[in-house]
């Protein structure tokens, strides 16, 4: 599943030949750890705005525009979240939070090539999309050796007309829901200078 962008510390990409634990594998692999809360509280507030004034029209859109004066489709995406972490108990237990929102005003127009048939599933028409996205984290250190973690991962995505436009009228696009979640927790336990012990669950 996805996770919000403030949730990740830091990601490997492995091009070819990933390591065993991550199974087989015709290709790479991603990898990514997710942020944990520290002694120092901090936190973030962001948006990233794109709208119509930064696209080119495609194909389509330029030939209605150029034979019927259709306007440039009104695109907008705005995406947007939080983050905030701290100090539960000092040294001992933290958290980490982050939600965000993506909202896109998509638009797919559909020229068939035979307007004297179909003028009606010709036009331009609109196809929103959104995502939501929360994560929380707690970690806990029991003991100079041993820690334990847990975290929540909520998603909910919602895209009206994958594939639409062109030559594909709208009403025949596959639409996509989605509501996925996932609880993962683990304990790291030091043995000794040369033995680690690690156990990891996982529901999704």
């Excluded at 990514?32 to 794109?50: A, C, H, P």
């Excluded at 806990?140 to 594939?163: L, M």
Aim: aromatic residues 14%; positive net charge; contains cysteine.
């Amino acid at each position: 599943m996805d996770l919000p962008q403030a949730a990740i510390r830091e990601f490997k990409v492995y091009v070819s030949q990933a390591p065993a634990e991550y199974g087989w594998t015709a290709g790479g692999a991603v990898t990514f750890e997710t942020k944990s809360g520290t002694n120092l509280w901090s936190g973030e507030v962001f948006e990233f705005f794109r709208d119509k004034s930064l696209n080119t029209m495609n194909r389509f859109e330029r030939e209605r525009h150029d034979t019927s004066g259709t306007p440039k489709p009104d695109f907008r995406r705005h995406q947007f979240g939080a983050a905030l972490g701290g100090p539960i108990l000092r040294d001992r237990v933290h958290f980490f939070t982050t939600a965000e929102r993506t909202k896109t005003n998509l638009f797919a127009t559909v020229t068939t090539g035979r307007p004297e048939f179909y003028s009606a599933l010709e036009g331009t028409f609109p196809i929103p999309e959104y995502s939501n996205m929360v994560f929380a984290r707690g970690d806990v250190q029991i003991s100079p050796r041993q820690t334990v973690f847990g975290r929540y991962a909520w998603q909910d995505s919602d895209f009206t007309c994958e594939g639409c436009g062109g030559r594909t009228a709208v009403f025949s696009g596959n639409g996509i829901q989605q509501k996925r979640f996932s609880w993962v927790g683990g304990h790291t336990w030091v043995l000794s200078s040369r033995m680690l012990n690690e156990l990891r669950v996982q529901v999704t």
